[in-house]
């Protein structure tokens, strides 16, 4: 690569609708336009994970995520360099975890709760976007994304937006709320805003976006 990548990132609270929000971008895209790597492949070993009061794995603390790889694996892709790292799947024991490949693009995405939280994460992004939502849906969207994606149970899921969730939310994600260049509410649809970061982000490979 002769230029170096443009690096967004995009973060909000668990449930806030950034994974909607990232296909539909990553399909108005050419392959080899963009890159998508996200936090959720950088979580450390369950046997790392931290514990509750309850002796119940805790996820959603900092700690779960080993930062050091992951901003090494954002250079790497900088720097023109492809990189791999295997899937990460929870405790959800029917999913079989994948390499993945992550190839240098002109655009790269950064994805994830803690992205602006965390120095070495936030201080290689260009752009930063941070998508919001009510508490309401926020629970809502967690429900079928846990259950479906990472095998829990609703009184799981309900544990886990009380303990663990929402106090992460309020001490780690929303004091960086403002550190965003963009904030787009999505309570309704971010239509207006993905068509704004789609038009500004192909200016950035020279393409038109796809019909």
Partial sequence: ????????????????????????????????????????????????????????????????????????????????????????????QAATPRVLAFNPAPVIVVEGIFVFYATEIARLLDLKFFIDATSHLILNRRIVRERDERGYDLADVLYRYEKHVMPTYQKYIAPHKYDADVIIPNTNHFTNALQMLTAFLKSKVGGKVKN
């Fill in 1 to 92: 690569m002769n230029q170096r990548p443009y690096i967004v990132g995009i973060t909000g609270g668990s449930g806030s609708g950034k994974t909607l929000f990232l296909r539909h971008l990553m399909e108005a895209f050419h392959p080899g336009e963009i890159c998508l790597i996200s936090q959720d492949n950088y979580y450390r070993p369950r046997t790392q994970q931290p514990l509750d009061e309850n002796g119940v794995h805790n996820f959603d603390l900092p700690g779960s995520i080993d930062f050091e790889l992951y901003a090494s694996h954002i250079k790497s892709l900088r720097d023109g360099h492809r990189v791999q790292k295997q899937e990460y799947t929870f405790n959800n």
